[in-house]
């Protein structure tokens, strides 16, 4: 794999200084939640700095590049092009910065959307990416950035409302990963709730 000093070099030519200031808060925040959570802070460090490194194509360019990859282009996708910058994000790190770990990749891939039953380093990357110091303080902000370090499955879940809510307000077309990551987790509360309540 492509020494870290090389990685932040290159990545640096490649986006905007937003943009990459931005990368930088998430890799910082996914090694804090790593730390936090006993995962790989090595990985989650890379997945983190790597997660928007396909982010400064240009629409037309993504749209491109996934049709060529074989990446399902459905209706979320062509209203909102740019969310498949996550899933080209994995392709490119992999064949740009020499990353061959595949949890790594899954990490980069599935961090706009989530996924059903993600690693734990699926979830650190997810809420780093909504939470690093940069963003602007958007709906509930101060009690996620608390929730990921108490409870990373309850962060999961009010991050993934809270951007339910917000495209349905702004009419924007749901990508249906974003919805069935949600209920599942849901699910996965409400039975260990109930599992806590058969105990007592």
Same mark, same amino acid.
């Given at each position: 794999m492509?020494?870290?000093?090389?990685?932040?070099?290159?990545?640096?030519?490649?986006?905007?200084?937003?943009?990459?200031?931005?990368?930088?808060?998430?890799?910082?925040?996914?090694a804090a939640l790593a730390f936090k =959570?006993?995962?790989?802070? +090595? *990985?989650?460090?890379? &997945?983190?700095? #790597?997660?928007?490194?396909?982010? =400064?194509?240009?629409?037309? +360019? *993504?749209?491109?590049? &996934?049709?060529? #990859?074989?990446?399902?282009?459905t209706k979320c996708?062509?209203?909102?092009?740019d969310i498949v910058h996550?899933? #080209?994000?994995?392709?490119?790190?992999?064949?740009?910065?020499?990353?061959?770990?595949?949890e790594i990749l899954t990490a980069i891939k599935?961090?706009?959307?989530?996924?059903?039953?993600?690693?734990?380093?699926?979830?650190i990357i997810f809420v780093a990416d909504f939470i690093e110091p940069n963003r602007k303080m958007?709906?509930?902000?101060?009690e996620i950035r608390r929730e990921a370090f108490e409870d990373i499955d309850k962060c999961v879940i009010h991050i993934l409302k809270n951007v339910l809510e917000y495209l349905k307000t702004k009419n924007y077309t749901i990508d249906d990963m974003t919805e069935q990551t949600y209920y599942y987790y849901i699910d996965s509360i409400n039975m260990k709730e109930i599992k806590q309540i058969k105990k007592q």
């Open positions: 492509m020494e870290h000093a090389e990685m932040v070099r290159k990545l640096q030519k490649k986006l905007n200084d937003r943009r990459f200031v931005h990368s930088i808060g998430v890799e910082y925040t996914a =959570y006993g995962a790989d802070v +090595e *990985k989650a460090r890379i &997945a983190g700095l #790597l997660h928007d490194c396909a982010k =400064y194509l240009t629409t037309e +360019e *993504k749209l491109k590049k &996934a049709k060529k #990859l074989g990446i399902k282009l996708v062509k209203d909102n092009p996550a899933q #080209l994000g994995a392709y490119y790190a992999e064949k740009k910065y020499d990353v061959k770990d595949e599935y961090h706009t959307t989530g996924h059903p039953n993600m690693s734990l380093l699926d979830k958007v709906k509930d902000m101060e």
